[in-house]
Antibody, heavy 113, light 111 residues
Framework: EVQLVESGGGLVQPGGSLRLSCAASGFTFSNYWMHWVRQAPGKGLVWVSR????????RYADSVKGRFTISRDNAKNTLYLQMNSLRVEDTAVYYC??????WGQGTLVTVSS | QSVLTQPPSASGTPGQRVTISCSGS????????VYWYQQLPGTAPKLLIY???QRPSGVPDRFSGSRSGTSASLAISGLRSEDEADYYC????????????FGGGTKLTVL
């Protein structure tokens, strides 16, 4: 059974940092591109970032470019999102996903003073 | 402002058929598969339709999808109270080295 389990969310002050993790199981993690998608409270889904299967290529939404870094450890079957210089508008549930099929349950990031 | 355009709301009575539209462009729906998700309050999106019109195992055949040109639609027949949820369309977009784009979501109310 495919599972994606996010962790690392929480409350952080504006300008702070957080690192999200996503533990993958039930499939060959190293074969798949992976994505982070976020959903602000009461709003829709927004793609944040993606990484190719070996981690050599990454892309970001303009809203997070230069502040967020996606990475992966294929030996640990884990996806990461390092979030720096956080803003109030980054408050959202962050989902780790293959998007075309499997999604995690999400982890809530709240940026507030 | 979402890249894909969906109506913000839709409604129907039990047993009715409802459709939800999703409009995009040549760089997304026009050249790539469309996916549909159902999201119940407080839960993660659940895949309903993949590759325009394919249903994952376990999804009732009351749900169907179609694509034509740069638009797509989700149809739900025999509407049930448990279908009340938010529905999102998504597609890969070839611009900017490739990324996923989503619709703004449609809140379906079963009257």
């Amino acid at each position: 059974e495919v599972q994606l389990v996010e962790s690392g969310g929480g409350l952080v002050q504006p300008g702070g940092s957080l690192r999200l993790s996503c533990a993958a199981s039930g499939f060959t993690f190293s074969n798949y591109w992976m994505h982070w998608v976020r959903q602000a409270p009461g709003k829709g889904l927004v793609w944040v970032s993606r990484i190719n299967s070996d981690g050599s290529d990454t892309r970001y939404a303009d809203s997070v470019k230069g502040r967020f870094t996606i990475s992966r450890d294929n030996a640990k079957n884990t996806l990461y999102l390092q979030m720096n210089s956080l803003r109030v508008e980054d408050t959202a549930v962050y989902y780790c996903a293959r998007v075309e099929d499997y999604w995690g349950q999400g982890t809530l990031v709240t940026v507030s003073s | 402002q979402s890249v894909l355009t969906q109506p913000p709301s839709a409604s129907g009575t039990p047993g009715q058929r409802v459709t939800i539209s999703c409009s995009g462009s040549s760089s997304n729906i026009g050249s790539n598969y469309v996916y549909w998700y159902q999201q119940l309050p407080g839960t993660a999106p659940k895949l309903l339709i993949y590759r325009n019109n394919q249903r994952p195992s376990g999804v009732p055949d009351r749900f169907s999808g179609s694509r034509s040109g740069t638009s797509a639609s989700l149809a739900i027949s025999g509407l049930r109270s448990e279908d009340e949820a938010d529905y999102y369309c998504a597609a890969w977009d070839d611009s900017l080295s490739g990324h996923w784009v989503f619709g703004g979501g449609t809140k379906l109310t079963v009257l």
